[in-house]
T-cell receptor, first 113, second 112 residues
Framework: SAVISQKPSRDICQRGTSLTIQCQVD?????MFWYRQQPGQSLTLIAT?????????ESGFVIDKFPISRPNLTFSTLTVSNMSPEDSSIYLC??????????FGQGTRLTVV | GENVEQHPSTLSVQEGDSAVIKCTYS??????FPWYKQELGKGPQLIID?????GEKKDQRIAVTLNKTAKHFSLHITETQPEDSAVYFC???????????FGKGTTLSVSS
């Protein structure tokens, strides 16, 4: 298994501002994934982050809105930029040590007011 | 792309009963099918998974079955307990190490 730590666990932000979410994995992983979970909904993939290359974004998500960094094999950040109330969600990072099971962090609960 | 459908959206059972959640997928290239349990305020936790070369897998009270021809897989929980109450998600991917596509989730309530 893997331990994935996310910070912050929750935040309340003003519209128009940006928030950077950090994700730390306790082992080296090739790929990390960022998901969004809107209230009472399923998980939607935002992007896949490989170390040493640009993140790959899913349809409906763009780099200007959700820039991602992946500086090494254990760490990644997701920034939610120019926030609006529609960005209020739980943001989850995920990783697959050993390229088998996917593990998730506890999530970052974001509220935009 | 892959699409995963999950049913039912809510399921209420009495303690000790069995619970079954079903998922179908659209992409015949998918070959990895995990199930996650998510409790309130927490991230999803992997509870069991199955790969396409296996038809059934069991772990104590939890079992998963896969029918590749029909492109559906199911989660079976026997002897349910109140602590089984949570949201359960099925997912699919084309290969281990790639991103998962999730179903919409099933809220399971087990009453004592």
């Amino acid at each position: 298994s893997a331990v994935i730590s996310q910070k912050p666990s929750r935040d309340i932000c003003q519209r128009g501002t940006s928030l950077t979410i950090q994700c730390q994995v306790d082992s080296q992983v090739t790929m990390m994934f960022w998901y969004r979970q809107q209230p009472g909904q399923s998980l939607t993939l935002i992007a896949t982050a490989n170390q040493g290359s640009e993140a790959t974004y899913e349809s409906g998500f763009v780099i200007d809105k959700f820039p991602i960094s992946r500086p090494n094999l254990t760490f990644s950040t997701l920034t939610v930029s120019n926030m609006s109330p529609e960005d209020s969600s739980i943001y989850l990072c995920s990783a697959m040590p050993g390229r088998t099971e996917a593990f998730f962090g506890q999530g970052t609960r974001l509220t935009v007011v | 792309g892959e699409n995963v459908e999950q049913h039912p959206s809510t399921l209420s059972v009495q303690e000790g009963d069995s619970a079954v959640i079903k998922c179908t997928y659209s992409d015949s290239a998918s070959n990895y099918f995990p199930w996650y349990k998510q409790e309130l305020g927490k991230g999803p936790q992997l509870i069991i998974d199955i790969r396409s070369n296996v038809g059934e897998k069991k772990d104590q009270r939890i079992a998963v079955t896969l029918n590749k021809t029909a492109k559906h897989f199911s989660l079976h929980i026997t002897e349910t307990q109140p602590e089984d109450s949570a949201v359960y998600f099925c997912a699919a991917s084309k290969e281990a190490g790639t991103a998962l596509i999730f179903g919409k989730g099933t809220t399971l309530s087990v009453s004592s």
